[in-house]
């Protein structure tokens, strides 16, 4: 069990350490470096050679590879190339605007999916599931602008309750962002639902079809409780990897949603730092989502493993399978 | 072969917006009763009228042309992208998981890496230095779901390694690339062609949103995508030129999405338990 968890703990950091070294090398990789971005497109050879001593551009490549992980590692991601700042302050703050959107996004996201999962699954065929299903692939295929996009409209412009876009930048107070933070929200739970609401109607039904329900139904349990007491609980534990999934991605990429709202978050960072090339952040986005990703899928498996015995064993996998795929047939 | 009389009724509707969609891109040159990029000031922001059936945009263009094809690029890039993520990411899978031991870990522990980096923000990098031509969006789309499609293939190859037909293979002497072609892929031939149909769902939304961020196709150009961004500021003046292009592209993505479900459903591959990746 130990050894299990060491060994898993160990290959998130080597994912991790491969996921720097490729941001490292392929921000390398790009035409212009960065002395020649800082100077524009008219600065003398002398010039550009000059700011390339003095940022150290002319050491060798893995020798600044060594120096800017040991200065991730401390949280040191430079200055950026732009505002002049250090990167880890602006950082930390788009970041904690993003989680003030993800954090109400996520939980109450996964917790309306898991239900209304659960109830479709359990009316397999009905009325009730076929709309929940319908809802949810209605919900998959319309991109996060145009939810975004018709949430404004509903709720900024026809019915003025919500403000459509922030308006301070990055300074902007947290009384100034509370009521701003409702749409996008919205847009996030509307985006991320429907993964987990396909994925835990589907092992509702498998789990209703095992000998544990038969036998929990058998000996006179009412059909709820077989259902939220027996069933839901050991049905969400195929979902957790779907649930990492989203919540990985709606921590990195609330791009799409920050841009319409012009929310100060990382997503909207990552947009302006794109357009003025500003590499230092850059990199530190994509170190900081590539952490998020890594910590949040090893959580999942963590409690995978807590909860389920059958996974701390090698061959578990298979059996696994092969008696999921006996209930869906 | 796939017999049209077994599939359910929502994946002959989805196939048929689809192959709708497609039919309206290709011929929209003919069907467009307008030029989708000629400009007319006076006109602008119209409502709709027996000539402008939704109206018109900001720049008095006519938004029933620009919608009819405003779909060509997203479905060209989508294509071609999705095309070729799939069987690179199919090989890699294959072998990976061909080859076992050191090469799979290895493969493994890149893919994950790649995928731990947020993809939009690779796609935006890529496309704002190498520019937004076709190839370099079909090239940065790829490259992103590459691994995604990679880690699938390799799973599904791993139960058909262990079969009777590829021992036998293995015993005749064949090579490890003829096995791979001939006793492997056409075994998980229907996870290649549900993933396709997956994918394709979720590159069309890609396209689209990339246009909407600007990093897609240049503004004269109609594109589903770049037409909400232009038009959603007159929403509430001359809505149809938004409406227009969300609920084409809805279609296209609901009717990917029913057929996605339904082939999958048809060939024994369950979708929904698998979320994005």
Redesign the interface.
């Given at each position: 069990m130990l050894r299990l968890i060491g060994t898993r703990l160990a290959?998130s950091v080597?994912?991790?350490f491969?996921?720097a070294?490729?941001?490292f090398f392929?921000v390398q990789a790009?035409?212009g470096d960065v002395a020649e971005q800082l100077l524009g497109q008219n600065a003398t050879e002398e010039a550009v050679a000059t700011m390339r001593e003095q940022l150290g551009l002319d050491a060798n490549v893995w020798v600044r590879f060594a120096e800017w992980l040991g200065g991730a590692v401390t949280g040191d991601f430079g200055t950026s190339l732009v505002s002049g700042e250090s990167v880890s302050g602006t950082l930390w703050t788009a970041f904690s605007h993003t989680l003030l959107i993800a954090v109400p996004a996520i939980v109450v996201g996964i917790g309306l999916s898991l239900v209304l999962g659960v109830w479709a699954g359990s009316r397999r065929g009905t009325s009730t599931d076929s709309g929940i299903s319908i809802i949810a692939?209605?919900a998959?295929?319309?991109?996060?602008?145009?939810v975004a996009?018709?949430l404004i409209?509903l709720l900024a412009?026809i019915a003025p309750i919500f403000p459509a876009v922030v308006l301070g930048g990055p300074g902007a107070s947290l009384s100034e962002l509370l009521p701003a933070i409702v749409l996008p929200a919205i847009t996030l739970v509307i985006a991320m639902a429907a993964?987990?609401i396909?994925?835990m109607?589907?092992?509702t039904i498998d789990g209703l079809a095992t000998e544990y329900a038969t036998t929990a139904e058998l000996k006179g349990l009412t059909r709820r409780r077989v259902l939220w007491r027996h069933v839901a609980p050991s049905a969400i534990l195929?979902v957790l990897?779907?649930?990492s999934?989203?919540v990985a991605?709606l921590l990195?990429?609330v791009?799409?949603v920050e841009?319409v709202f012009n929310y100060p978050g990382l997503?909207k960072l990552?947009?302006d730092s794109?357009?003025t090339?500003d590499l230092p952040i850059?990199q530190a986005?994509?170190v900081l989502?590539?952490l998020v990703?890594?910590s949040v899928n090893l959580i999942a498996d963590l409690l995978a493993l807590a909860a389920d015995p059958r996974q701390r064993t090698l061959h578990s996998s298979q059996r696994r399978s092969r008696s999921s795929k006996e209930a869906?047939a | 072969m796939i017999r049209l009389r077994d599939l359910t009724v929502g994946t002959r509707v989805g196939l048929t917006l689809v192959g709708l969609t497609v039919v309206i891109a290709v011929l929209a040159p003919w069907l467009a009763p307008y030029d989708p990029i000629a400009t007319d000031a006076d006109n602008a922001l119209a409502g709709s009228s027996w000539s402008h059936w939704l109206g018109t945009d900001q720049y008095g263009r006519d938004v029933l042309s620009r919608t009819i094809e405003g779909g060509r690029f997203a479905l060209l890039v989508s294509l071609v992208a999705t095309t070729a993520a799939v069987v690179v990411g199919t090989l890699i899978g294959a072998i990976a998981a061909y080859y076992g031991r050191w090469v799979d870990a290895a493969t493994t522990r890149v893919l994950d890496a790649v995928l731990a980096v947020p993809a939009v923000l690779a796609l935006l990098l890529i496309v704002s230095v190498f520019g937004n031509s076709l190839w370099v969006l079909v090239l940065a789309i790829s490259v992103v779901y590459v691994p995604a499609v990679a880690r699938v293939v390799r799973g599904a190859t791993r139960p058909v390694l262990s079969t009777g037909y590829v021992t036998a293979a293995r015993a005749r002497g064949e090579r490890s690339l003829p096995i791979i072609r001939r006793e492997v892929l056409p075994n998980i031939l229907d996870t290649i062609l549900v993933e396709f149909a997956m994918r394709a769902s979720w590159v069309v939304l890609l396209v689209s949103t990339l246009s909407f961020l600007g990093f897609g196709v240049n503004p004269p150009t109609p594109d589903w995508g770049l037409m909400i961004q232009e038009n959603r500021t007159a929403l509430t003046v001359a809505p149809a030129g938004t409406l227009a292009p969300i609920v084409t592209l809805s279609l296209l993505v609901v009717g990917l999405n029913l057929a996605a479900d339904g082939l999958g459903k048809y060939l024994g591959v369950d979708r929904a338990r698998r979320g994005v990746i």
């Open positions: 290959t080597i994912t991790l491969l996921a070294f490729f941001v392929a790009l035409p692939l209605v998959m295929s319309i991109p996060e602008f145009v996009t018709v409209l412009i993964y987990i396909r994925a109607r589907s092992s195929p990897p779907v649930i999934i989203n991605w990195g990429g791009v799409v841009s997503g990552m947009i794109v357009s090339r850059l986005i994509a989502s590539a990703y890594v869906t | -």
